[in-house]
């Protein structure tokens, strides 16, 4: 009989958190000498070695679907390489993949690196990281028939909760120890959340869609009052239900002007020392910076998101932002969900850093309370980072505020914050 099947995005996934990642290889057989590569331009299959050995081709679909079109376990991993990478080295990289595969596969299609945009890319890394369970473009994993696959994820044998099943003896031919038959006999059969929630028999729920309009005629006969109460109790519902902690975002400043921008903010939020921006420097468009906040979460680190643009944003990404950066330039919010600053600062604080020494703009200290400001010593050439001893002290400052904000705004160990 066939061995089952590996799933490309659990395969991944598993390898990440094992912190034993796949090697590409030119082929399938990886115990070839010369077999592994570095060069995703000449290599045609990845080779996992946890939980067990086994090697999976790169251009298989994935549950990845993006406008109902899988994406390949390359672009997949290509996408987990360059996670940290700028964006316009990340692009040039798949031009130069895409020029090394201009070859055709065994379909007759054009094999192709795909890249993802800002929202896919989060999605897809917070994900393969094991910061979510939950995704956007993934696909539940569904087997030919839904309930095998199920059973199979249950009994570990695709990367589920493994068990030792009862009656375990004769497996094999071989004879187990009656007092350890005793014990299969009394276990408690465990699984996962596939197998509970779907159990072993596949149920097709598409005839419930031709009601969908008959429910929508009786909805709109319904008063205010009932429509409004059936809302908030589904609404309630679904929070309660869902234990996910969303990761908060940090807008950071754009301008020029502002001496914190996404080429030195992560070494200044993370080290606790300022290097001046470097406008000539291309920088990534989104970064991750982690932090522990003992008043909300004192066992586990908040993954903080950093962007300098929402351009990408989805509607219930504005609940996530906890602060925005800026230099007093309104033009800076125009984008923004909220474009009148008291507004926006009644939602996200705000930060401002300047110099020390010198004074702080008349708009940043119109806005109030809102709006918390910041001072770091002049960068000095001569010195270098080496003259950087105070800018600790400010960092850690800052982070308080963001914390006592967070909090303030219903962020807990478990959730995000209450909506706004």
Same mark, same amino acid.
């Given at each position: 009989?066939?061995?089952?099947?590996?799933?490309?995005?659990?395969?991944?996934?598993?390898?990440?958190?094992?912190?034993?990642?796949?090697?590409?290889?030119?082929?399938?057989?990886?115990?070839?000498?010369?077999?592994?590569?570095?060069?995703?331009?000449?290599?045609?299959?990845?080779?996992?070695?946890?939980?067990?050995?086994?090697?999976?081709?790169?251009?298989?679909?994935?549950?990845?679907?993006?406008?109902?079109?899988?994406?390949?376990?390359?672009?997949?991993?290509?996408?987990?390489?360059?996670?940290?990478?700028?964006? &316009?080295?990340?692009?040039?990289?798949?031009?130069?993949?895409?020029?090394?595969?201009?070859?055709?596969?065994?379909?007759?299609?054009?094999?192709?690196?795909?890249?993802?945009? %800002?929202?896919?890319?989060?999605?897809?890394?917070?994900?393969?990281?094991?910061?979510?369970?939950?995704?956007?473009?993934?696909?539940?994993?569904?087997?030919?028939?839904?309930?095998?696959?199920?059973?199979?994820?249950?009994?570990?044998?695709?990367?589920? *909760?493994?068990?030792?099943?009862?009656?375990?003896?004769?497996?094999?031919?071989?004879?187990?120890?009656?007092?350890?038959?005793?014990?299969?006999?009394?276990?408690?059969?465990?699984?996962?959340?596939?197998?509970?929630?779907?159990?072993?028999?596949?149920?097709?729920?598409?005839?419930?869609?031709?009601?969908?309009?008959?429910?929508?005629?009786?909805?709109?006969?319904?008063?205010?009052?009932?429509?409004?109460?059936?809302?908030?109790?589904?609404?309630?519902?679904?929070?309660?239900?869902?234990?996910?902690?969303?990761?908060?975002?940090?807008?950071?400043?754009?301008?020029?002007?502002?001496?914190?921008?996404?080429?030195?903010?992560?070494?200044?939020?993370?080290?606790?020392?300022?290097?001046?921006?470097?406008?000539?420097?291309?920088?990534?468009?989104?970064?991750?910076?982690?932090?522990?906040?003992?008043?909300?979460?004192?066992?586990?680190?908040?993954?903080?998101?950093?962007?300098?643009?929402?351009?990408?944003?989805?509607?219930?990404?504005?609940?996530?932002? *906890?602060?925005?950066?800026?230099?007093? &330039?309104?033009? &800076? %919010?125009?984008?923004?969900?909220?474009?009148?600053?008291?507004?926006? %600062?009644?939602?996200?604080?705000?930060?401002?850093?300047?110099?020390?020494?010198?004074e702080v703009p008349a708009s940043v200290r119109g806005w109030g309370r809102g709006v918390t400001t910041a001072a770091v010593e002049k960068w000095n050439p001569a010195l270098g980072v080496g003259g950087r001893w105070r800018d600790r002290e400010v960092v850690e400052g800052i982070w308080n505020r963001i914390e006592e904000?967070?909090?303030?705004?219903?962020?807990?160990?478990?959730?995000?914050?209450?909506?706004?």
């Open positions: 009989m066939d061995p089952l099947p590996h799933d490309p995005l659990t395969s991944l996934r598993h390898a990440i958190a094992s912190n034993h990642p796949p090697t590409a290889t030119t082929s399938p057989n990886a115990s070839k000498p010369d077999a592994a590569t570095d060069h995703l331009g000449i290599a045609t299959h990845l080779h996992f070695t946890d939980p067990n050995p086994h090697t999976i081709p790169l251009d298989t679909p994935t549950r990845f679907v993006i406008s109902d079109k899988p994406v390949d376990l390359r672009s997949i991993f290509f996408a987990w390489q360059e996670k940290d990478s700028l964006a &316009q080295d990340s692009i040039a990289k798949a031009q130069a993949l895409n020029d090394a595969l201009g070859g055709k596969d065994g379909a007759g299609a054009v094999s192709k690196v795909q890249t993802l945009v %800002f929202a896919e890319r989060v999605d897809l890394i917070t994900w393969l990281e094991g910061a979510s369970d939950e995704s956007d473009y993934i696909k539940v994993l569904e087997s030919d028939g839904s309930a095998s696959k199920s059973a199979q994820l249950a009994s570990g044998a695709a990367g589920g *909760v493994s068990t030792v099943p009862s009656g375990a003896a004769g497996r094999g031919g071989r004879q187990i120890d009656h007092r350890l038959q005793e014990i299969y006999n009394l276990e408690r059969r465990m699984g996962d959340r596939n197998s509970i929630l779907r159990g072993i028999k596949p149920t097709d729920f598409s005839h419930v869609r031709k009601y969908v309009d008959t429910f929508s005629k009786d909805r709109k006969k319904l008063n205010p009052a009932a429509i409004t109460q059936n809302t908030t109790a589904s609404l309630a519902s679904r929070d309660k239900k869902s234990s996910r902690r969303p990761d908060p975002i940090i807008l950071v400043s754009p301008s020029a002007s502002s001496l914190l921008r996404m080429s030195n903010i992560k070494s200044f939020l993370e080290s606790g020392t300022y290097t001046p921006a470097d406008s000539n420097l291309a920088s990534a468009n989104i970064l991750h910076v982690s932090r522990l906040l003992p008043s909300i979460d004192p066992q586990r680190q908040f993954r903080f998101i950093l962007v300098d643009t929402p351009e990408q944003f989805k509607p219930d990404y504005w609940n996530r932002v *906890v602060a925005v950066l800026t230099t007093g &330039q309104i033009w &800076q %919010f125009k984008s923004y969900k909220w474009q009148n600053a008291p507004d926006l %600062f009644r939602n996200a604080l705000g930060i401002y850093v300047g110099w020390r020494g010198e904000s967070m909090r303030s705004r219903g962020w807990s160990k478990d959730g995000g914050p209450v909506s706004k």
